[in-house]
């Protein structure tokens, strides 16, 4: 299943000759990250990590990938749970949406059920970022 898919990659990514040009790298990390750019304020190249090795060609690391993800995981958990991070509906459902598709077809939940209640009713409705997270 997707659990046996992750840990598999995870392992594949990290074995001790795994290095990629820099375009692997930046796509593997951006894909990973890129549903999430339009609530954020970081620019994207806050999220490249300098290459493992420089000389004869740079290169990337599989655990810097890894690494990348993990850093990037949790940084927009921290701008989602500032104080003042409200958004409307449509950014609200686009986060959930994005957070939870990849599981919906092994499950039998519907999207509406993530669904929450706005944190803020008036003047217009206004969901809060920690009720994505």
Do not use: N
């Amino acid at each position: 299943g997707l659990i046996q898919d992750v840990v598999s990659m995870g392992v594949l990514l990290t074995k001790r000759d795994c290095f990629m040009p820099y375009g692997e790298y930046v796509g593997l990390v951006y894909h990973s990250v890129h549903p999430y750019m339009d609530q954020c304020t970081i620019d994207e190249r806050d999220f490249i990590l300098p290459p493992a090795i420089f000389k004869p060609t740079p290169r990337w690391s599989g655990k810097q990938v890894v690494i990348g993800l993990i850093q990037d995981v949790v940084s927009m958990g921290v701008l989602l749970t500032k104080r003042d991070c409200f958004m409307p509906y449509g950014e609200y459902v686009g986060l959930v949406y994005h957070s939870v598709h990849p599981y919906m077809d092994q499950c039998t939940i519907d999207e509406r059920d993530f669904i929450l209640p706005p944190a803020i009713f008036k003047p217009t409705p206004r969901w809060s970022g920690k009720q994505v997270v």
